[in-house]
């Protein structure tokens, strides 16, 4: 299994070259995104569906690509992301602003709920076949139409891109795959706390160059 | 052989820690160690823009199955205290009390809430040793050290030196019958010294922090033994980890 996360690590890169010049600070267009979805977030707290509609809009295709990434299945992430925008209805008037922002509360739980559901197909011992999908899957087609969208996601590209492979390859199998880091650690054959130095300081590098405050 | 438990923010932020108990642990280190929590935050953002950067566009059902299904579905009524935070199971007024009044008060509504056996004490109302627990996961110089039970199940170690304490859980561990139980040992070279008991649960899963006097220990160990304890091991031990 070692080195099976070398390409695993592309976070869905499109077909070609991005085609816009990258001319905004990083994180500057998802930040008025974000204050833009916490006031949502607030009116759906208070039962608002059409701002729920609005929301919806908005998170929709990162809280399903993000889950489609991590379970490679698209009947299992629909029904997972489902599960997920649900409950962001539900539990919105619990939601608390203080803590780190609508869209990090969001995909928090649909990333938690995506690992959630591979980690209970791996006790199917369904590993083999999700290892095997892994190769199949086709590379990310149509990401981002708009261009916001299509900046960010190269932002991204470029950011994994300056991580060291070993760095890169433990974040990756980790965030897109599910896996935990004692699996990641068997995987590549490396102590726990390898795995666990090369998880921070690859966050450290990325978190820095993405501008995370 | 052992870890450092600051280490593991990156991987919490990760969803990469999959054992519960480490989780727990790590969660209620979190309450302490001001370092790692914003660690976690800012590794969360990150995350998220991992997270964000996959981005597709949903199945063309989905919407309108969602807006749909959310029209049935009740909201939550708002939370008072901070949605993650494991509610007590029960309020006694002392306790509430003590909880707020603690710097890791988070620590122990978790760990009470999860059933733990203190092994100083089994009274109702949390004492000193909650006290200990919370200051061995928030200490500076933490670290943590997992190994298997011979007989099924892993014991996970976290010990401090400032704190001169090492705290143990345990999961998957057999159910033994009455008369036995599990004791924790602190080994070193001046000697084998009790750590506590550590009792199953009455759903035969044990969830148990037991702090022990460190001293000079540089083993920790898990034998089987009579129901009340002993003061020396009198089995093999089912479990040996370095610290
Ligand atoms: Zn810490």
Same mark, same amino acid.
Request: proline share 5%; with cysteine; charged share 25%.
């Given at each position: 299994?070692?080195?099976?996360?070398?390409?695993?690590?592309?976070?869905?890169?499109?077909?070609?070259?991005?085609?816009?010049?990258?001319?905004?600070?990083?994180?500057?267009?998802?930040?008025?995104?974000?204050?833009?979805?916490?006031?949502?977030?607030?009116?759906?707290?208070?039962?608002?569906?059409?701002?729920?509609?609005?929301?919806?809009?908005?998170?929709?295709?990162?809280?399903?690509?993000?889950?489609?990434?991590?379970?490679?299945?698209?009947?299992?992430?629909?029904?997972?992301?489902?599960?997920?925008?649900?409950?962001?209805?539900?539990?919105?008037?619990?939601?608390?602003?203080?803590?780190?922002?609508?869209?990090?509360?969001?995909?928090?739980?649909?990333?938690?709920?995506?690992?959630?559901?591979?980690?209970?197909?791996?006790?199917?011992?369904?590993?083999?076949?999700?290892?095997?999908?892994?190769?199949?899957?086709?590379?990310?087609?149509?990401?981002?139409?708009?261009?916001?969208?299509?900046?960010?996601?190269?932002?991204?590209?470029?950011?994994?891109?300056?991580?060291?492979?070993?760095?890169?390859?433990?974040?990756?199998?980790?965030?897109?795959?599910?896996?935990?880091?004692?699996?990641?650690?068997?995987?590549?054959?490396?102590?726990?706390?390898?795995?666990?130095?090369?998880?921070?300081?690859?966050?450290?590098?990325?978190?820095?160059?993405?501008?995370?405050? | 052989?052992?870890?450092?438990?600051?280490?593991?923010?990156?991987?919490?932020?990760?969803?990469?820690?999959?054992?519960?108990?480490?989780?727990?642990?790590?969660?209620?280190?979190?309450?302490?160690?001001?370092?790692?929590?914003?660690?976690?935050?800012?590794?969360?953002?990150?995350?998220?823009?991992?997270?964000?950067?996959?981005?597709?566009?949903?199945?063309?059902?989905?919407?309108?199955?969602?807006?749909?299904?959310?029209?049935?579905?009740?909201?939550?009524?708002?939370?008072?205290?901070?949605?993650?935070?494991?509610?007590?199971?029960?309020?006694?007024? !002392? +306790?509430? =009390?003590?909880? *707020? #009044?603690?710097?890791? /008060?988070?620590?122990?509504?978790?760990?009470?809430? @999860?059933?733990? $056996?203190?092994?100083?004490?089994?009274?109702?109302?949390?004492?000193?040793?909650?006290?200990?627990?919370?200051?061995?996961?928030?200490?500076?110089?933490?670290?943590?050290?997992?190994?298997?039970?011979?007989?099924?199940?892993?014991?996970?170690?976290?010990?401090?030196?400032?704190?001169?304490?090492?705290?143990?859980?345990?999961?998957?561990?057999?159910?033994?019958?009455?008369?036995?139980?599990?004791?924790?040992?602190?080994?070193?070279?001046?000697?084998?010294?009790?750590?506590?008991?550590?009792?199953?649960?009455?759903? !035969? +899963?044990? =969830?148990?922090? *037991? #702090?022990?006097?460190? /001293?000079?220990?540089?083993?920790?160990?898990?034998? @089987?033994?009579? $129901?009340?304890?002993?003061?020396?091991?009198?089995?093999?031990?089912?479990?040996?980890?370095?610290?």
């Amino acid at each position: 299994m070692t080195g099976v996360g070398a390409k695993a690590y592309d976070p869905g890169s499109a077909s070609g070259e991005c085609p816009v010049p990258l001319l905004r600070r990083p994180g500057a267009a998802s930040r008025e995104r974000t204050s833009e979805l916490d006031r949502l977030l607030g009116r759906v707290a208070a039962g608002d569906t059409a701002a729920f509609e609005r929301m919806y809009d908005e998170v929709a295709g990162a809280v399903y690509g993000l889950i489609l990434r991590v379970v490679r299945d698209a009947a299992h992430a629909e029904e997972v992301a489902q599960e997920v925008l649900i409950e962001v209805w539900r539990s919105a008037p619990r939601y608390d602003p203080s803590r780190g922002g609508a869209m990090a509360w969001i995909m928090t739980m649909a990333h938690r709920r995506a690992v959630d559901r591979v980690r209970s197909e791996q006790a199917a011992s369904d590993r083999a076949d999700r290892a095997g999908r892994r190769e199949i899957t086709p590379a990310h087609d149509e990401v981002a139409e708009n261009v916001e969208k299509r900046l960010e996601h190269e932002r991204v590209r470029r950011c994994l891109d300056t991580l060291t492979p070993l760095q890169r390859e433990s974040i990756t199998l980790a965030y897109y795959e599910g896996y935990s880091y004692r699996e990641v650690a068997d995987m590549v054959a490396t102590p726990l706390g390898t795995v666990k130095t090369r998880m921070r300081d690859g966050l450290i590098r990325l978190r820095n160059c993405l501008g995370v405050a | 052989m052992s870890d450092d438990l600051h280490l593991l923010a990156a991987a919490y932020a990760l969803d990469a820690v999959a054992d519960e108990d480490e989780r727990r642990l790590f969660e209620a280190h979190l309450t302490g160690c001001a370092s790692c929590a914003a660690e976690v935050r800012g590794f969360r953002t990150t995350a998220v823009r991992l997270g964000a950067a996959a981005v597709r566009t949903p199945p063309p059902g989905l919407r309108e199955r969602v807006l749909a299904e959310i029209r049935e579905v009740p909201q939550a009524s708002p939370a008072t205290a901070g949605a993650d935070v494991i509610p007590l199971r029960s309020r006694r007024p !002392g +306790r509430t =009390r003590f909880a *707020v #009044a603690l710097t890791a /008060a988070c620590l122990v509504v978790a760990a009470v809430s @999860v059933g733990v $056996a203190l092994n100083a004490q089994r009274s109702d109302r949390p004492g000193p040793a909650d006290r200990t627990v919370a200051a061995v996961l928030s200490a500076p110089d933490a670290r943590t050290v997992t190994g298997s039970v011979t007989s099924g199940g892993t014991v996970t170690v976290v010990f401090s030196r400032s704190r001169g304490r090492a705290v143990l859980t345990s999961s998957g561990l057999r159910s033994l019958p009455t008369e036995k139980t599990y004791e924790m040992w602190l080994i070193g070279p001046h000697g084998v010294r009790a750590g506590g008991l550590v009792r199953p649960g009455a759903d !035969g +899963r044990v =969830r148990t922090l *037991v #702090a022990g006097v460190l /001293a000079d220990a540089n083993k920790v160990g898990l034998t @089987v033994e009579p $129901a009340a304890g002993s003061r020396q091991p009198t089995t093999r031990p089912i479990a040996l980890l370095g610290i």
